[in-house]
């Protein structure tokens, strides 16, 4: 099913149940948070393929996800801090600008990947994650965190890894946990060796 979702590329991609902060200070993104807030809506973050953030003609991949408001202040006059929690994937059929620069598009959603058993051979990816998030601090994390997910764990690596925007933009077009998991994997093993 094909449905308007007001869109807001960023330099960077957010996995289903991920946390992501961000500072709202351009009117166009001022107004379609506060539209979303008042509504208890969704926007898409759709990560940038060319251009920068500022930049109306920026190019954005085609796959993105959805995000709610959990939390929001406005600490001066203009800039608004929110927390977002990321929601279902989806594609872009379409796109349009609005005359303020703000991105309509025309999305089907993603079916959600289903929650997977930890493979025993993939054990590294959650001990390595729950190092992370011990160091991080568990809050920056949306409950529950569950290390024998292969998708929790999936999704969560791939969001706090140092890897290209292009690799995590893979990672979230690819609806097979346990293989996104496998290559996390190997990313892990090679930078320990």
Not at 24 to 32: G, H, I, K, L, T
Not at 73 to 86: K, S, Y
Not at 91 to 104: D, Y
Not at 118 to 132: C, D, G, R
Request: glycine content about 4%; aromatic content about 8%; proline content about 6%.
């Amino acid at each position: 099913m094909t449905y308007s979702l007001a869109l807001f590329p960023l330099q960077t991609v957010i996995f289903p149940g991920g946390l992501l902060p961000l500072r709202v200070f351009e009117p166009r993104y001022m107004d379609m948070v506060t539209q979303a807030i008042a509504d208890r809506a969704a926007f898409g973050i759709c990560a940038i393929r060319e251009g920068r953030d500022i930049d109306v003609a920026a190019k954005h991949y085609n796959v993105g996800t959805c995000v709610k408001v959990i939390d929001w202040e406005m600490p001066q006059p203009g800039i608004l801090h929110i927390q977002t929690q990321a929601l279902e994937r989806f594609v872009v059929r379409s796109s349009h600008s609005e005359a303020n620069g703000l991105r309509i598009g025309e999305v089907d959603a993603v079916s959600s990947e289903p929650a997977v058993a930890l493979p025993e051979e993939l054990t590294l990816a959650a001990e390595v994650l729950y190092q992370i998030i011990s160091e991080l601090g568990a809050d920056k994390f949306a409950p529950p965190h569950d290390y024998n997910n292969a998708t929790w764990v999936s999704y969560r690596l791939s969001e706090v890894l140092p890897l290209k925007l292009s690799v995590r933009q893979n990672l979230l077009e690819m609806n097979d946990s346990v293989a996104r998991l496998t290559i996390l994997t190997e990313f892990l093993k090679k930078q320990t060796n």
